[in-house]
């Protein structure tokens, strides 16, 4: 299973909004799960089963979607913020990655 | 929360082989799926393998199959990962994580800090 992510890159502001789109080559129902990294650290897990915050993750990120299409959405965004978005598949011990959508400031 | 820490960074010559730890806060591999992961120089995250509680089950990524190791000390609560044969491609950062109590959870929801690898000549 592959896992595209659009944009590769953008461009935001403090305050705004944006959403980041990761597209599953087959049906993957519910089983898509978001990290964030920031430049020099591990990644971090945000998201898992498609929708599920993990716990201590701020309220203004938000995922969405099952089958092949999934988003991450982020309100408000806080400079801590920017970084690189990952989202990730496993299925029958196959682990995937997608390439990341690198979120910086405009 | 748990506290995975790793070993230091390392440089190798193509060739050789690199053996770097992963050490629990608390007794942790006794009930949880351990995974590698890497990170290429400025690239994304590729999945290496994981280890079973206990590490009584290993499976790998297809890539890697003949040439990693990944084992678990359970008296030091520390896991290994062994990769053998670098080359300059195997130039990476290495991190461990965390997965789920069974092998259904398929995430991985604490990460260990790193560890560079550079292989050189």
Not at chain 1, 64 to 70: A, D, K, V, Y
Not at chain 2, 36 to 42: D, K, L, N, S, V
Not at chain 2, 65 to 76: A, F
Request: hydrophobic share 35%; proline share 4%; net charge positive.
């Amino acid at each position: 299973i592959q896992l595209i992510q659009s944009p590769s890159s953008v461009s935001a502001s403090v305050g705004d909004s944006l959403t980041i789109t990761c597209r599953a080559s087959q049906d993957i129902a519910g089983w898509l799960v978001w990290y964030q990294q920031r430049p020099g650290r591990a990644p971090r897990l945000l998201i898992y089963a498609a929708s599920t915050l993990q716990t201590g993750v701020p309220a203004r990120f938000s995922g969405r979607g099952s089958g092949t299409l999934f988003t991450l959405t982020i309100n408000t965004l806080q400079p801590e913020d920017f970084a690189t978005y990952y989202c990730q598949h496993a299925s029958s011990f196959r682990f995937t990655f997608g390439p990341g959508t690198k979120v910086d400031i405009k | 929360q748990v506290q995975l820490v790793q070993s230091g960074a390392e440089v190798k010559n193509p060739g050789a082989s690199v053996r770097i730890s992963c050490r629990s806060s608390g007794n942790i591999f006794s009930r949880y799926y351990m995974h590698w992961i890497r990170q290429a120089p400025g690239q994304g995250l590729e999945y290496m393998g994981m280890t079973a509680p206990t590490g009584r089950q290993t499976t790998s990524a297809q890539r890697f199959r003949d040439r990693i190791s990944m084992t678990i000390n359970m008296t030091t609560t520390t896991l290994f990962l062994e990769l053998r044969s670098l080359t300059f491609d195997d130039t990476a950062m290495y991190f461990c994580a965390r997965g789920g109590e069974t092998a259904t959870v398929n995430w991985f929801d604490s990460w260990g800090q790193g560890t560079l690898v550079i292989v050189t000549s």
